[in-house]
């Protein structure tokens, strides 16, 4: 119950497209859901974050969409940029808690 | 903000050696995480400090390793004796945390750990 589960394993996308990484989670006691971006070399860096009390929410070519009665969610990447390569970490927590459990990351290569 | 400072960035040891991975997190963070990344298990969560104190330890692998945070400022976590297992890259994470809500966590670049 306290897994969150996410696809693809890894994702190639041509530049300008749409870029799509899906997450699902359990425990319905979750409140809070991140996505993480990591470059090589480097450690994850918070993204995008939504709660559940919105459906959507948009920073830039960056939306997450939320689904709560299927307790799934989304990364969206318009437009995606050879910049965008990276690897996708999803995460959910229950905001009061330090634990944050993380998907199995998604590896996106944007193909110039 | 220098952001949360790691070393060694690298570390090549010979199995039984003792390691010692260093942190120091964002000024005014009062929440420190150690990570380990590895291809097979992800990202795991070894340890987790508040206040300098250990919270919650669950993660850590086995009494080879050991975490310790002696002030706000600094952190180490000490693999003895080191094996090849333990290769990873180590993470050291801060974050605020303020009442019951804990703020982002903000991670550092890691420390590419390789037992050899």
């Known amino acids: ?112 | 903000d220098a952001g949360v400072i790691q070393s060694p960035r690298h570390e090549v040891t010979e199995m039984g050696q003792e390691v010692t991975l260093r942190c120091k997190p964002i000024s005014g963070h009062n929440s420190l995480f150690w990570y380990r990344q590895t291809m097979m298990r992800g990202l795991e969560l070894l340890i987790y400090f508040n206040n300098n104190v250990p919270i919650d330890d669950s993660g850590m692998p086995e009494d080879r390793f050991s975490a310790k945070m002696p002030n706000a400022s600094f952190s180490t976590l000490k693999i003895q004796p080191s094996e090849p297992r333990d290769s990873a890259v180590y993470f050291c994470a801060s974050s605020l945390r303020r009442g019951n809500l804990l703020e982002t966590q903000y991670f550092g670049p890691g420390t590419r750990l390789l037992v050899l």
């Open chain 1, 1 to 112: 119950q306290q897994q969150v589960k996410q696809s693809p394993q890894s994702l190639i996308v041509q530049k300008g497209g749409i870029s799509i990484i899906n997450c699902a989670y359990e425990n319905t006691a979750f409140d809070y859901f991140p996505w993480y971006q990591q470059f090589p070399g480097k450690g994850p860096a918070l993204l995008i974050a939504i709660r559940p009390d919105v459906s959507e929410k948009k920073e830039g070519r960056f939306t997450i969409s939320f689904n709560k009665s299927a307790k799934q969610f989304s990364l969206h990447i318009m437009d995606s940029q050879p910049g965008d390569s990276a690897t996708y970490f999803c995460a959910a927590s229950i905001d009061s808690n330090y634990q944050l459990i993380w998907g199995a990351g998604t590896k996106l290569i944007i193909k110039p």
